[in-house]
T-cell receptor
């Protein structure tokens, strides 16, 4: 089974700061997901990437397949970015539908 | 905006009751999932369906059961609720496999007294 580690577990920032959240995994993958979970539980898919970099608004996701590492960056952070950010990768072992999820990074952006 | 719905959003119920958590999606996705998430913890897959009349258990053992009689509907049932079933249950769907985007419902927060 693929092991997923996220860091930091908790992150507090001031509005406007540049944020970086990291994700490492143990087994080579074909794609990695970044998800956002707001208080109340709803989860939104932010990115699915298999190489390089993707950008959506103030969010940027990068992945280094060789190093088994991905980062999620938030530029000019805002209090509405406060949420749990979750990294997920396909499970290893032949399954083509299961994801292994990290424990998440709780981001709090203060005004 | 994802077209996937869960009801109820919150449920407080006594031990021994039978409950059904509803999940519906209007995207025509073949793949549907039920996840369980305890506070501060990661999501764990408890059930998976890859089409009508096809379901499998996930990684986390669960006393719940599921059915998939229609593409759009994937209900989860607990025959006899216990306090250990207290958790958040999230339903999701996707077009394809683990490399496709999964769309999540708002979740059902279940409390068993």
């Amino acid at each position: 089974k693929n092991e997923v580690e996220q860091s930091p577990q908790n992150l507090t920032a001031q509005e406007g700061e540049f944020i970086t959240i990291n994700c490492s995994y143990s087994v080579g993958i074909s794609a990695l997901h970044w998800l956002q979970q707001h208080p109340g539980g709803g989860i939104v898919s932010l990115f699915m990437l298999s190489s390089g970099k993707k950008k959506h608004g103030r969010l940027i996701a990068t992945i280094n397949i060789q190093e088994k590492h991905s980062s999620l960056h938030i530029t000019a952070s805002h209090p509405r970015d406060s949420a749990v950010y979750i990294c997920a990768v396909p499970n290893s072992g032949g399954s083509n539908y299961k994801l292994t999820f990290g424990k998440g990074t709780l981001l709090t952006v203060n005004p | 905006e994802a077209d996937i719905y869960q009801t109820p959003r919150y449920l407080v119920i006594g031990t021994g009751k039978k409950i059904t958590l509803e999940c519906s999606q209007t995207m025509g996705h073949d793949k549907m999932y039920w996840y369980q998430q305890d506070p501060g913890m990661e999501l764990h897959l408890i059930h998976y369906s890859y089409g009508v009349n096809s379901t499998e258990k996930g990684d986390l053992s669960s006393e719940s059961t599921v059915s998939r009689i229609r593409t759009e509907h994937f209900p989860l049932t607990l025959e006899s609720a216990r306090p250990s079933h207290t958790s958040q249950y999230l339903c999701a769907s996707s077009r394809g496999t683990a490399t496709d985007t999964q769309y999540f419902g708002p979740g059902t927060r279940l409390t068993v007294l």
